[in-house]
């Protein structure tokens, strides 16, 4: 168990997340859409948006694959964002990233925080014609 | 285990005194349990005493002054190249050439043996188990050269197919390019076989040695290998050095890669004479002192012996692999423990590696957790990321006991009881 003076990191908010995310999946009317991983450790995510033509994001859903950090971190932004605006998601730093996730993570661990965070921030200028995920392995997505 | 095994023909407790970071806590009352020495290898107070002192009382550049300070680290330096030499049983210092690490000596051999020799249509064989070291630099080379690139394919329990090599290895092939031991599946490869069936077929072999090199005998001639890699680090000595051994033929006949000071008999304003070996591929100021730590490293492994550290290494990894294979869920990439190396790498239940080495590492174990540099390895085993525990001279049986309930501690971490 960690020290005292160490903060629990497999809380039970962040497990509830991991082990039943919210919207993992993808949307039924994709409009923008990004994928990236953390090369180093192999975490996936893929962020789906629907955003209307109000800058609304209508559906947001995730897919991925990788640690319990870089999983549940994509749970809580896509539960964050379901139904807010893209003007929401461009102002959310990493820094709120890593608030929301609620637990202080060391500066590698960080890394797999802020995936979802950085993938969201891409999503949201990925038109699905061009969403610049990796064409080349579809699946490597592969929960 | 069998009876052969059952007692280490070294004892590591009489070694682990002479490693200060060994006696450290990782937190208060947490003592470290190292098993990360497949990435790096921790340091001997006589290797640390080797730099300190080199720093202290004799450091200047090499090959260059006439003062005194540049004689005795030159002899320091030649020592230290002597020392490797017998430690491979090389013919001569010369062809023990030092490098940054076993990375910097493969791409030295790719970029001036590859690029003068090979044309397209050439051949160079790989293996599905290699680190990318022994991967990108052959890409490369193919992608400069017209080189088509082969690998060996592996059985499902973490072997190479030899079999293939009837058909991989035909006049085309230039150059043969293996791990002696696998950094993931701790698969301990045939070594001799590989390199007559390469020269039979007229390749040149080059073996990476950098998982191999640290943890068992190594004699160049009796293996009748054409080049050799492996990095110091890896081996209780510094990082920023490795050494590359090739055999002379091949050497002198290879262009210098890197151009630059040393590397030179004399330069004009627009052309110029390279040196001899071993100066030849030490272009600018080498790892001076890095060098000369990996000296004393080698001394220390020398007096308690490679064949001993081997079978202390095998006694580990067979507890290790008893204990894992009670664990329900645990998966273990590669061979039995008798094929193998002193590294474990497994998966458990769909426990991402990066959790399990995070709980692990609250009872203090450092592991290692990702694709360990081997992606293609990961790729056609299936998994996206492994944890791997590797083991050294100073690692006890008691140490590897303990991965039991740490491993237990992961598994209740994410099978907690639904409330």
Known sequence: MPADDEEELYQDHILDHYE?????????RCTHAHQDDNSLCGDVVRIELQIDDGGALREVFFAGDGCCISQAAASMIVEKF?????????????????????????????????????????????????????????????? | MSALLQTSPLDPLAYRSDFPILSREVRPGVPLIYFDNAASTQHPREVIQSIVSCYEEHYANVHRGIHQLAQESDELFDQARETVRAFLNAPEREQCIF??????????????????????????????????????????????????????????????????????????TKLVGFTAISNVLGTINPVAEIIRRGHQAGALVLVDGAQ?????????????????????????????????????ALLEAMPPFLGGGSMIRRVLLDSFEPGDLPAKFEAGTPPIVSAIGLGAAIDYLNRIGMDAI?????????????????????????????????????????IHAHDVAEVLDRSGIAIRAGHHCAMPLHKR????????????????LDEVEQLAPALDAAKRVFHRKRK
Not at chain 1, 87 to 111: I, W, Y
Not at chain 2, 381 to 396: D, H, I, P, Q
Request: one cysteine or more.
């Open chain 1, 82 to 143: 379901d139904g807010h605006t893209i003007e929401e998601v461009k102002t959310f730093t990493a820094n709120d990233m890593l608030e929301l996730f609620g637990v202080r993570l060391t500066p590698n661990r960080q890394k797999c925080c802020l995936l979802p965070w950085r993938v969201l921030q891409s999503a949201i200028y990925s038109p699905v014609e061009n969403d610049g995920s990796d064409p080349g392995e579809p699946g490597k997505v592969c929960r």
């Open chain 2, 212 to 248: 191999s090199v640290p943890h068992q005998k190594t004699d160049v001639q009796a293996m009748d290998v054409d080049f050799l890699v492996f990095s110091g680090h890896k081996m209780l000595g510094p990082s920023g050095v490795g050494v590359l051994y090739g055999k002379r």
């Open chain 2, 310 to 350: 081997a079978h202390h290494e095998r006694l580990l990894v067979t507890r290790a692999h008893e204990i894992l294979e009670n664990i329900e869920g645990l998966r273990i990439l590669g061979p039995a423990p008798r094929h193998k190396a002193g590294i474990v790498s497994f998966t458990l239940d769909q």
């Open chain 2, 99 to 172: 490098t940054y690490g076993a990375t910097s000596g493969i791409n030295i051999v790719a970029r001036s043996w590859g690029d003068a020799n090979l044309k397209p249509g050439d051949e160079i064989l790989l293996t599905e188990m290699e680190h990318h070291a022994n991967l990108v630099p052959w890409q490369q080379l193919a992608e400069r050269s017209g080189a088509v690139l082969r690998h060996i394919p592996l059985t499902e329990d973490g072997l190479l197919c030899l079999d293939a090599l009837d058909t991989l290895l035909t006049e085309r």
């Open chain 1, 20 to 28: 039943d995310p919210y919207h993992r999946g993808h949307c039924t």
């Open chain 2, 381 to 396: 085993y299936n998994v996206g990321a492994t944890a791997r525990a590797s083991f050294y001279l100073y690692n006890t």
